[in-house]
């Protein structure tokens, strides 16, 4: 069965660093989306990109955030320079059409040093 | 804005019976209620989605209601194994554009052998 996949599954990063988490969604879908789990606390969503574009994104997704989708498989989020506060488990999820259900990936674990 | 609430308790049932956990969410209706499920360390993974219009939805010893009336989905496992031992997570979608999902807290179940 088709699957999400990420890499890195730990990165570990200096605060003020950039770090890149990447993701290549379930190749025939359409819409992508970034959220992130903070230990212990429930899956926030952070993004959604939908026809090279960005569709919608939450009060967390700041200035300091970016997404991309360089190619035909990969999908990115960047973060430009890290805090403490950014270290959490990064899930990406990727939906085939209206009324599917998004599918996630194992996520990447930041540590934030 | 929209509330979403799962029991934080977790669930403790026995091999073979059935495990029921709910899902209350305040305001008005999503358009759809998905559940996850959710393993330590793991990304959530797809489970079941049913639609605002619908009542019921079943897939092989899952059961998923639906009652707008209440603002409540009820989630069943029949015939509960250790291996069902995880988190489970309610989305829900508001948004039928771009289906940005809304997560609870989510319910710890576990069981015994």
């Known amino acids: 069965e088709p699957e999400v996949t990420q890499t890195p599954s730990h990165q570990v990063t200096q605060m003020g660093q950039e770090v890149i988490l990447r993701c290549v969604p379930i190749?025939?879908?359409?819409?992508f989306y970034w959220y992130r789990q903070i230990l212990g606390q429930k899956v926030e969503f952070l993004v959604s990109f939908y026809n090279n574009e960005i569709s919608e994104k939450s009060e967390i997704f700041d200035d300091q955030f970016s997404v991309e989708r360089p190619d035909g498989s990969n999908f990115t989020l960047k973060i430009r320079s890290t805090k403490l506060e950014d270290s959490a488990m990064y899930f990406c999820?990727?939906?085939?059409?209206?009324?599917?259900?998004?599918?996630f990936g194992d996520g990447t674990r930041l540590s934030i040093l | 804005s929209q509330k979403i609430e799962q029991n934080s308790e977790a669930l403790n049932i026995q091999e073979g019976k059935t495990a029921t956990l709910t899902c209350n969410y305040t305001n008005y209706s999503p358009a759809y209620l998905q559940w996850y499920r959710q393993d330590p360390g793991r990304g959530p993974v797809f489970l079941l989605l049913i639609r605002e219009n619908e009542k019921e939805k079943r897939k092989e010893r899952l059961k998923v209601t639906f009652d707008t009336t209440l603002k409540q989905s009820l989630f069943h496992i029949t015939a509960s194994q250790p291996a069902d031992s995880a988190t489970y997570l309610c989305?829900?979608?508001?948004?039928?554009?771009?289906?940005?999902?809304?997560f609870g807290t989510g319910t710890r179940l576990l069981v015994s052998p």
């Open positions: 999820a990727s939906r085939a059409m209206s009324d599917q259900p998004q599918h």
């Open positions: 989305a829900l979608v508001w948004n039928t554009g771009f289906q940005k999902l809304v």
């Open positions: 190749s025939n879908h359409l819409y």
